[in-house]
Structure formats: structure tokens, C-alpha cells
């Protein structure tokens, strides 16, 4: 058995998210399966063991790497080279297979060339190995025959029992246990602080950069693991393991996509129960996706929207930077989450209570008035010249006398309306900045509330306090402006962590007696789409309000089929195959005689029929008119995520205003009520400009039994599209107007077209 060449993919490219990552993709003849959660991670994160399977003795090569890796690290247990062409690797001895080590083996680590992973898997199921990290690249991010090999190497897991981090991966550390199945740069930095964090990326190049670079910021580690392409466990599954771990007080993820989506929403259900936050950098967001869509809300769904929705319903916490994920890890450090959204702030210098307020404003916190007991006391100890309002400017003048800085601490945390403390201590040196740190470690220990530092000053030029600082856990990042966004951070978990059982996905709801027969005929005879009756009754027959209405097949007289309706009336053509009525001039509203129902009736269908000869015309649809504030609700069944509801402001012009918010169903009132919360309209909800207010309460029950049609016609549907819906004033309820659905990828159908077009990144792979 040869090591792989020193060019290996997997050592010069950073792991890439395959096409059958993104929504709406398909181009790809591999789709990896979505894998059970393992038993235990134990075996992963504390390998009694390590096989490294195409070791080698060159150092340069990936075969060598985690061999010295683990020698410079002190791995405390045994390392077992598998070389069947050497008989002794770095003084250690080598194995011709895994199965002939005989010893306790939890964990291999695989660098032979792709064509050789399948047998080493087999190797390692024979041998007894929990899991293995294959560092080899050359499978479906090569395309062509690596799509084989990773199909193959799927199989081998299933058979063998043996679960894998990637292939085409970085490898993996733990700090605790000593373990670096690594190979590159990273190989040599077996001197990782221990701490708190664990984190997966997909990346690993630049998952290991963020790595070092949060490590320089006085972050520690435990568990990192680089995950490539995800053929067996993936990065929901290895979040959620880490939130397992008693060690582990935040978790962190670098990625581009899963085909696991929808399991970050149990991961962010464990992050709220364990108190533990999960942030995720979601990568790879500006694909414009797919440029063709049978309905409204498909044309407003992308996969980052999705993914925005998932983490804002799940209470997972997005960054954008490394300084994010830093400066909130060392205040969840402290073990102490706020029991509300309101900051106290202490500052020595005006200007910087002003930019945290304004920062800290922006990301929700509240700066109340101090109570008058507080303010009194900070009366007694503020020089004139300084500030009693929060912020508060206490100045530099009371380190002249610490026990007038210590006694500020101390009033401004036992005000009852303050949740957490920030202190802004500017870049204030030496002595003055040790004999602060010792009043603040001394202040944060006589409270449950969070203490937070903002100190700018040179670590080096103030070792004390430095170490004080670190020693008793208090939390200090350099500026205001982050301190006051990692406070906001974590005052919103805590607020999500209060209200978990509120956004916990309920049971979903099923209305008896639905009718699908027309479904399953349109789907039977070929049609792409249900015509605008079919799609009405389905929905109503789960709880959705529609309009009164009749349908006149062709030849027949509107006008005496719709003598029950109130005027004035819509006339609509009636076809499964005219998916936008407007566009072929098929709809006429505000009739209210009855010449003019009979004039619309004939000349929308002759409009129709002129624009689109190869549609079959039904006849017409003549409903009642409706009015209220206008808003479109839609389905989408996304390939990861599967049944999410957009809600969009506008109607029939929500395409063109894209005020737009999203949520993964099925889900309760809290989610339905955020959704309206997220519109950039949604003042319009509390009557705008003279208008009544809108019946929030009645909207929200709709996208909830929306929600659960949803989740329930997940198989039988691609896109539902409700628009517009006319939101009546508080107490008169909703109604529908219009409906489309659009049956489940048949070939030749729309929402077939929608999938086969890549998106922008994939064309670029």
C-alpha cells in the first residue's frame, strides 16, 4: 500500500459543498443519503487508539503528517501505522492492515489514494473501528468517476458500521484527548489552548484559520473537526454531538450547505435546552437560484433565505466574522446568560457609552433610566463633571479612589431593572487598569447578572490585569461597538432559551376528511399544476378561507350560475395549464352587471386562448371580489429543508416589493406572529395612515394551518402558491382570492424545469 501523492486534491484545495447541497439542485447521479445519528460520539472525540491507514515515513507527505502530529502532541494511547510496504514507521511499528493491529483501535485515520478508501473502510469494519477520517479528496467534488467512488464508499459505512468524517477533509483534533488526525499547517500546532469551544467547517483550510485566528484572540478549544464532503455524518449530526459533550460550552460550524438541513432545527431545540449557542457562518449565499418558477413564492425562495429562516426559528445564532465568534464566546464563558434585554453601562469616557448604545440599540437591547435609588447613590460618587445617566460617564476620576469605583459596581448591579453590566474601561494601563480588574472580579462575583469589560489597552503593558481578567472568567473585547453586538447576541439567546417551548415545532394538525381525489387526477393525467378551483378546494379543505365562487364550464352561462354571488364579481380563465391569468389577459375584476360577466367570461377565454393555443380552457371562474390589506403566503418544498412557508407583503405585487419572510413547517403561533414581525411593512398590520388595523391574530392562524397543509402535501407538491390574501381589520378575519398548486417534480413539468436549472454556483463548479 502507497501514501498518496504529495498533490493530493484533498491537501491543496479546500473542501467544496457539492451541487446536491444547494436547493433546487439535481444535476448530480450522487445525493448523499441523510445518516442516523451515532450512538455516541465518545469514540470520535476520545479515541483510545489512532490507525493511520497509508502512513507514511516521508514527512511531507499527507500519509506523514498526522503520524508526527500525533508523536508532537503526546497521544497518550497507541498509534498503529498501516503500511503493508513498510515494516516500521517514525520508530513506530506498521501494520499491513488495520485488522492485523489486535489492539484497541477506535479511530483511523485514512490517507490512501480514492480508489483504495473503500477497502480500507472494509479494513477497519473488520478491524473493529468505530470511525475514520478520511483525509483523501477525489470523489464527487471531482465529478465524473468520484460520484462512483462516493456512492461506493456510502455503501461500505452502511455495511461495515464504520461512520467517517469526510473523505476530502483536513482531518480532526481534540484537544483534550491530544488527538490530531490532521494534516498541513495545522499539523504543527499541537499547542491549541483547552477550552470551550468545539467547531466543525467545510472548509478546511479556512475552518483551521478561523481556528488560529480565534485562538490568538484568547479563545480555547476542544473539538475541531474538518468535515469535506459529508458522505456520512454531517454537520448537523456532529453539532448536535458536540452539545452532548459536558465539556463543550459553545459550538461553532463553518458551511456552504447540507443535505441534512432540517436537522438544525433539533440542533438548535439542544442548543436552547442545553444553554449552549450554536453559531453558524453560513457561507456561499449570493447563488440567484433557479431562474424560471411556476408560482410567486418560488421566484422569492432562495436557499439562504431558508437558511436565515431555520436559524432565526431554531434560535441558532448566524456570524459573518471571526471577531463574532470570539467576542461572544468569551462571554458565554462566564457561564451567565441575562434575564432580560436591558444593559446597564458604566464608562470613564463619554464617547464610548455613546457608540455601544448606538450599536446596542440596534441590536435590540434597551438602555433604561437607572432607578431613582440608583441614581441618588451614583449622585453621591459621579463627579459633576461626568454623567448619572445610563451610559453612565463616571470618569477616570474615580480610580483615584477605587473604593468609589467599587461602590459604582455595586449600585448599578443591584439596580433590579438592569440585566447585565458593561464596563468601558477605554485603554487605561498599568496600575489603574489591575486595581479596575480587581474591583470588577470582586463586583461579578456577588452577582448572577453578566459582567462585561470593553478594554482596549495593551495586555502586555497590563499582564496583571490581563490575568485577572482571564482567571475569573471576565469577558473583555476590544471595543465597545463589539462588546455591546456580543451583548445583544447573547441577551437574544437567553430571550429564545425563555420562549423555546413556544417555537418548538408542534404536532402536526390534519383537518379530517381531506379531499385529494383532483390531486390524484391531475397527477395521473400529466398536469404540472392543479387549476385555480382544485387548488381552492384543497386548501380549503385544510382550514383555508377562500372566496365565494362558481365555476362555468365552457359554453355555459356565467351569469346565471353566479346569480347567488355578491357584486361585484372577478371572472378568471379556468385552466391546469395558465399558471399566471394576467399574463395571458385571463381575469377581469369589479363586474356588477350582468352584460358585463357575460363580456369578461368570453373574453378572457378568447384572450387565453390567443396567448396560449396549446392550453385547454375549462371555462371561466367567477368569484366574489374581497378587500383588506393584500398579502401572499406560498409553499415551497425545498430538497433539504422540505415544507417552508413564505409570507410576503403586496399580492399581487409581492414579487416586485420582495418583502418577504420565511419559515420551515410545520410551526406554531410564536413563528407565524415573528413572520409578520420580520416584514419590512409590517407597521401596515397596525392600520397606516388612517387605515383600520389588520387581524394579526386571524393571519397568524392561517400561516399555522398553512403550515401543517404544508407539511402534509410534502410529497404530493413542489410549490403552493396563496395570493393574493386580503387581511380584513382586527375581528372580520382572512380570506383568499386566488390559489395555484403545483404537483411534485414530474418530467416536463414546471416545477421539473425549476429544478434542472443550476444556480449560479453550481454552473461555476
Not at 473488520?126 to 479528496?137: D, M, N, P, S, Y
Not at 449557542?277 to 447563488?287: E, F, S
Not at 480588574?437 to 497590563?462: L, M, N, Q
Not at 415573528?674 to 395612515?689: E, V, Y
Request: glycine share 8%; hydrophobic share 45%; net charge negative.
Amino acid at each position: 500500500m502507497t501514501s498518496p501523492a504529495k498533490t493530493s486534491p484533498a491537501e491543496t484545495s479546500p473542501a467544496k459543498t457539492p451541487p446536491a447541497m444547494n436547493a433546487r439542485a439535481g444535476t448530480s447521479s450522487y445525493t448523499p443519503a441523510r445518516t442516523t445519528m451515532p450512538a455516541s460520539f465518545d469514540a470520535l472525540f476520545h479515541p483510545v487508539g489512532v490507525a493511520i491507514i497509508g502512513a507514511s515515513s516521508d514527512p511531507t507527505r499527507i500519509g506523514g503528517h498526522p503520524v508526527r502530529a500525533l508523536q508532537r502532541a503526546a497521544y497518550p494511547h497507541g498509534i498503529y501505522p498501516v503500511n503493508p510496504n513498510r515494516d516500521e514507521i517514525a520508530g513506530l511499528k506498521a501494520y499491513p492492515r488495520a485488522a492485523a493491529i489486535g489492539k484497541r483501535c477506535d479511530l483511523a485515520i485514512i490517507a490512501v489514494p480514492a480508489a483504495r478508501v473503500v477497502d480500507a473502510i472494509h479494513d477497519c469494519g473488520e478491524a473493529g473501528i468505530k470511525f475514520a477520517v478520511v483525509l483523501t479528496a477525489g470523489f464527487r467534488e471531482t465529478k465524473g468517476e468520484g460520484l462512483a467512488l462516493e456512492a461506493a464508499l456510502s455503501a461500505a459505512c452502511a455495511e461495515t458500521g464504520v461512520r467517517i468524517i469526510g473523505p476530502n477533509c483536513q482531518g480532526m483534533i481534540s484537544v483534550p484527548a491530544r488527538m490530531f488526525g490532521v494534516f498541513g499547517s495545522v499539523a504543527e500546532e499541537t499547542d491549541l489552548t483547552p477550552g470551550g469551544v468545539s467547531c466543525c467547517f467545510q472548509s478546511g483550510g479556512f475552518g483551521y484559520a478561523i481556528v488560529n485566528l480565534a485562538e490568538r484572540q484568547g479563545v480555547g478549544f476542544r473539538y475541531c473537526l474538518s468535515t469535506g464532503n459529508e458522505t456520512d455524518l454531517t454537520t448537523p449530526q456532529l453539532l448536535s454531538g458536540m452539545l452532548d459533550d459536558e465539556g463543550t460550552d459553545l459550538a461553532f460550524a463553518y458551511m456552504e450547505g447540507t443535505p441534512d438541513a432540517r436537522a438544525l432545527l433539533d440542533v438548535g431545540a439542544k442548543s436552547l435546552q442545553t444553554g449552549k449557542p450554536v453559531l453558524i457562518w453560513k457561507a456561499a449565499n449570493t447563488a440567484s437560484g433557479a431562474t424560471a418558477a411556476a408560482s410567486h413564492t418560488a421566484n422569492m425562495t432562495g436557499s439562504y433565505d431558508l437558511y436565515r429562516a431555520a436559524f432565526r426559528q431554531a434560535g441558532l445564532i448566524e456570524v459573518h466574522d471571526v471577531e463574532e465568534i470570539t467576542d461572544l464566546a468569551m462571554l458565554v464563558a462566564q457561564g451567565r446568560l441575562p434575564a432580560g434585554n436591558r444593559v446597564g453601562v458604566m464608562s470613564i469616557s463619554g464617547g464610548s457609552g455613546i457608540v455601544f448604545a448606538d450599536r446596542a440599540v440596534h441590536g435590540g437591547l434597551e438602555l433604561p433610566a437607572f432607578s431613582e435609588t440608583t441614581a441618588r447613590a451614583l449622585a453621591e460618587i459621579v463627579p459633576a463633571f461626568g454623567s448619572i445617566e445610563n451610559p453612565a460617564d463616571v470618569t477616570a476620576g474615580v480610580f483615584n479612589d477605587m473604593s468609589l469605583f467599587t461602590r459604582t459596581l455595586d449600585v448599578v448591579l443591584d439596580d433590579p431593572g438592569i440585566d447585565q453590566l458593561a464596563i468601558l474601561l477605554a485603554s487605561i494601563p498599568g496600575a489603574p487598569v489591575a486595581r479596575a480588574a480587581e474591583a470588577i472580579v470582586a463586583a461579578a462575583a456577588r452577582t448572577h447578572k453578566p459582567v462585561h469589560v470593553a478594554w482596549s489597552g495593551r495586555p502586555e503593558k497590563s499582564m496583571e490585569a490581563a490575568a485577572l481578567f482571564k482567571q475569573h472568567a471576565i469577558p473583555t473585547v476590544p471595543t465597545p461597538v463589539r462588546l455591546a453586538t456580543a451583548a445583544a447576541t447573547l441577551a437574544r439567546f437567553a430571550a429564545d432559551r425563555r420562549r423555546a417551548d413556544a417555537l418548538r415545532q408542534p404536532a402536526v394538525a390534519v383537518p379530517d376528511g381531506i379531499d385529494k381525489r383532483a390531486l390524484y387526477a391531475a397527477r395521473d393525467e400529466g398536469a404540472a399544476a392543479l387549476s385555480e378551483a382544485e387548488s381552492k378546494a384543497l386548501i380549503a379543505s385544510y382550514g383555508v378561507p377562500i372566496t365565494r365562487e362558481v365555476s362555468v364550464p365552457a359554453g355555459d352561462d356565467p351569469v346565471r350560475l353566479s346569480a347567488n354571488l355578491r357584486r361585484p364579481l372577478a371572472v378568471k380563465v379556468l385552466s391546469r395549464e395558465i399558471a399566471h391569468k394576467t399574463e395571458v389577459g385571463g381575469i377581469r375584476l369589479g363586474l356588477t352587471d350582468d352584460e358585463g360577466v357575460r363580456r369578461a367570461a368570453l373574453a378572457v377565454s378568447e384572450s387565453a386562448r390567443a396567448a396560449r393555443p396549446d392550453a385547454k380552457i375549462e371555462g371561466v371562474l367567477v368569484s366574489e371580489m374581497a378587500e383588506g390589506l393584500e398579502v401572499l403566503i406560498g409553499v415551497v418544498v425545498d430538497e433539504n429543508f422540505g415544507p417552508c412557508v413564505a409570507l410576503a407583503l403586496g399580492g399581487v405585487m409581492a414579487e416586485a416589493l420582495q418583502d418577504v419572510t420565511h419559515a420551515i413547517a410545520p410551526f406554531g403561533p410564536q413563528v407565524a406572529h415573528d413572520m409578520m414581525d420580520r416584514l419590512a411593512g409590517r407597521a401596515l398590520f397596525d392600520g397606516f395612515r388612517g387605515a383600520p388595523p389588520a387581524d394579526r391574530e386571524a393571519l397568524a392562524k392561517l400561516l399555522v394551518r398553512v403550515s401543517h397543509m404544508a407539511a402534509d402535501l410534502a410529497d404530493e407538491v413542489a410549490e403552493i402558491d396563496i395570493n393574493p390574501v386580503f387581511v380584513r381589520p382586527r375581528g372580520e378575519g382572512v380570506v383568499a382570492a386566488d390559489a395555484l398548486v403545483v404537483l411534485a417534480q414530474a418530467a416536463g413539468s414546471p416545477a421539473a424545469a425549476v429544478a434542472a436549472v443550476p444556480t449560479e454556483q453550481e454552473a461555476e463548479r
